[in-house]
């Protein structure tokens, strides 16, 4: 049996003969979201619940819509263009603590949020995830929510190339606006 050291380094090699470069054509490459990364340690705050709490600052906020126990949220540091984060009102940190009905309104919220991206941003695909514990990649694991990223044929290739803080910020607003605009005339979300 190969030392810790070796078996160290012929997994590295084996990574850098394809296994990770592959994943990284694969993977979306965000540098806006670095705003994103210095601020969480400077920062204890739910945004969740500070965006529950001030809904005169929904369109600042980007909150999209409030339903009876949850609310969603275009993500101000977006993996992808569109990129919603749905979450239960309250303050809970794992699925074990959530009711029945807010599993299931978070997930028709879910089917909801599609509904409405493909008819302004006709994504190709999404993922649809969640992340428990900051090891796990959760930004904000005291308060959970569901991601739901829209992807489009050949995206990761146009997003590392072509996209910036700043069109990302403009796309908000004026993303942001059409969804108000798509939810008001499909009845959006009708749960
Ligand atoms: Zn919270």
Not at 35 to 43: M, N
Not at 74 to 103: K, S, V, W
Request: charged share 25%; proline share 5%; with cysteine.
């Amino acid at each position: 049996m190969a030392s810790p050291d070796k078996q160290q380094t012929s997994r590295r090699n084996a990574r850098n003969q394809g296994g990770n470069r592959r994943l990284e054509r694969k993977n979306l490459w965000a540098p806006w979201r670095i705003g994103y990364v210095q601020g969480l340690s400077e920062s204890g705050d739910c945004f969740i619940c500070h965006n529950l709490a001030n809904p005169e600052d929904d369109e600042k906020n980007l909150v999209l819509w409030r339903s009876s126990c949850c609310l969603v949220i275009l993500n101000h540091f977006p993996y992808n263009n569109g990129h919603l984060l749905i979450a239960p009102a309250r303050h809970i940190a794992n699925l074990d603590q959530a009711t029945d009905e807010e599993l299931l309104e978070m997930t028709r919220l879910v089917r909801e949020s599609q509904k409405a991206l493909s008819l302004t941003i006709k994504p190709h695909g999404f993922n649809v995830g969640m992340n428990f514990g900051r090891c796990a990649g959760a930004g904000l694991p005291e308060h959970l929510h569901i991601h739901l990223v829209p992807r489009w044929d050949g995206d990761t290739n146009f997003m590392s190339v072509c996209s910036d803080t700043e069109v990302i910020s403009q796309s908000l607003k004026e993303l942001f606006e059409l969804l108000k605009q798509v939810s008001k005339e499909h009845n959006l979300p009708s749960l």
